[in-house]
């Protein structure tokens, strides 16, 4: 079933909610956009997960490609809700983008249309229901990801998933699930579409914002239930053969959650099973999430009526 689309302001059938083809954001990616889930925890029922936090990113991001939208933050984080709500789903994958519509072919995006959209849809685990436990097979991307100078890493843009499609390609083409990209200078920078962490006798590492990640706000709510779960976690330079030698690996991500990783280019991960640490923080998530246990305020409640 296709769920009602939040569009420039209002709701409209999905079958209506269409744009030109000669929108800007067609020729040239220009839209950045979020990813959000809403959880139906058991202990209060629906409910989406750092709601503010990515609906800061996507002011940033559009504020970052010079983008003037006509929604404040909080007026989308509304639009988010009343989406859900509209939709009657108790759990879902919410897609908001902010994107340059009409208004000329050039590259110079100034003049054109700024136009925004809300989509909600039904999203099980990204990398597979059994990976949660078992874990993932992934490989050392033969594509970098952009250098500091080229695109803004920080915002989370249309155009940036062209490079990240190849690394994804590439993975599932040659039999993995995943691809680790290197940074320009060849240290560990991130997924295609999550942050990397590594483990290491005890201590938890991962990449810099500086590398040319997305800082995700799941790896930044992964910083504050590791500390509290008593683990250090540095954010660092690591070479691509610390992969190879790591205890543990795990991805984060809206659509990953927390994923461990269970080879690297063929290299058993630690014991090749989910360690110890992994599985400590996953549950901890999952407590929040799913459980609907929220010691941090992470959770925005949705009033989403139940069918009769
Ligand atoms: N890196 C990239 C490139 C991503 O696309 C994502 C998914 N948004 C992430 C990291 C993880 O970010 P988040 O935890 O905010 O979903």
Request: proline share 5%.
């Given at each position: 079933?296709?769920?009602?689309?939040w569009?420039n302001g209002?709701?409209?059938?999905?079958?209506?909610?269409?744009?030109?083809?000669?929108?800007?954001?067609?020729?040239?990616?220009?839209?950045?956009?979020?990813?959000?889930?809403?959880?139906?925890?058991?202990?209060?029922?629906?409910?989406?997960?750092?709601?503010?936090?990515?609906m800061?990113?996507l002011e940033?991001?559009a504020?970052?490609?010079?983008?003037a939208s006509e929604y404040s933050q909080e007026q989308m984080e509304a639009a988010v809700?009343?989406?859900?709500?509209?939709?009657?789903?108790?759990?879902?994958?919410?897609?908001p983008?902010i994107?340059?519509?009409?208004?000329?072919?050039?590259?110079?995006?100034?003049?054109?249309?700024v136009d925004a959209f809300i989509?909600?849809?039904?999203?099980?685990?990204?990398?597979?229901?059994?990976?949660?436990?078992?874990?993932?097979?992934?490989?050392?991307?033969?594509?970098?990801?952009?250098?500091?100078?080229?695109?803004?890493?920080?915002?989370?843009?249309?155009?940036?998933?062209?490079?990240?499609?190849?690394?994804?390609?590439?993975?599932?083409?040659?039999?993995?699930?995943?691809?680790?990209?290197?940074?320009?200078?060849?240290?560990?920078?991130?997924?295609?579409?999550?942050?990397?962490?590594?483990?290491?006798?005890?201590?938890?590492?991962?990449?810099?914002?500086?590398?040319?990640?997305?800082?995700?706000?799941?790896?930044?709510?992964?910083?504050?239930?590791?500390?509290?779960?008593?683990?250090?976690?540095?954010?660092?330079?690591?070479?691509?053969?610390?992969?190879?030698?790591?205890?543990?690996?795990?991805?984060?991500?809206?659509?990953?959650?927390?994923?461990?990783?269970?080879?690297?280019?063929?290299?058993?991960?630690?014991?090749?099973?989910?360690?110890?640490?992994?599985?400590?923080?996953?549950?901890?998530?999952?407590?929040?999430?799913?459980?609907?246990?929220?010691?941090?305020?992470?959770?925005?409640?949705?009033?989403?009526?139940?069918?009769?």
């Amino acid at each position: 079933m296709q769920h009602d689309i939040w569009f420039n302001g209002k709701l409209v059938p999905h079958a209506e909610a269409n744009i030109s083809v000669l929108s800007h954001v067609i020729h040239y990616g220009s839209s950045v956009f979020e990813g959000i889930r809403c959880y139906n925890t058991k202990k209060s029922g629906p409910a989406v997960f750092r709601l503010p936090e990515h609906m800061r990113r996507l002011e940033e991001s559009a504020k970052i490609y010079r983008m003037a939208s006509e929604y404040s933050q909080e007026q989308m984080e509304a639009a988010v809700i009343e989406t859900i709500e509209a939709s009657g789903m108790q759990s879902c994958y919410i897609r908001p983008v902010i994107y340059r519509g009409v208004g000329g072919l050039g590259v110079n995006p100034l003049k054109n249309k700024v136009d925004a959209f809300i989509a909600v849809l039904n999203w099980g685990k990204y990398l597979g229901e059994e990976a949660m436990e078992s874990g993932v097979d992934v490989h050392v991307a033969s594509w970098s990801r952009m250098a500091p100078n080229t695109f803004p890493s920080l915002a989370k843009a249309g155009g940036n998933y062209l490079n990240a499609s190849l690394v994804k390609m590439d993975a599932v083409l040659n039999g993995y699930m995943e691809g680790i990209m290197l940074n320009r200078e060849g240290y560990v920078a991130e997924g295609s579409g999550e942050n990397l962490f590594v483990i290491r006798d005890g201590k938890i590492l991962t990449a810099p914002a500086a590398f040319s990640i997305l800082p995700g706000i799941t790896r930044d709510s992964i910083f504050r239930i590791a500390a509290d779960l008593g683990y250090e976690i540095e954010q660092t330079a690591i070479p691509r053969e610390a992969l190879y030698i790591a205890d543990e690996l795990f991805f984060t991500g809206t659509a990953a959650e927390v994923t461990p990783i269970r080879s690297v280019d063929k290299y058993v991960v630690g014991s090749g099973t989910r360690g110890p640490i992994t599985t400590a923080i996953q549950a901890a998530f999952f407590d929040i999430v799913e459980g609907g246990n929220d010691p941090y305020g992470w959770l925005t409640p949705v009033n989403v009526s139940v069918p009769a």
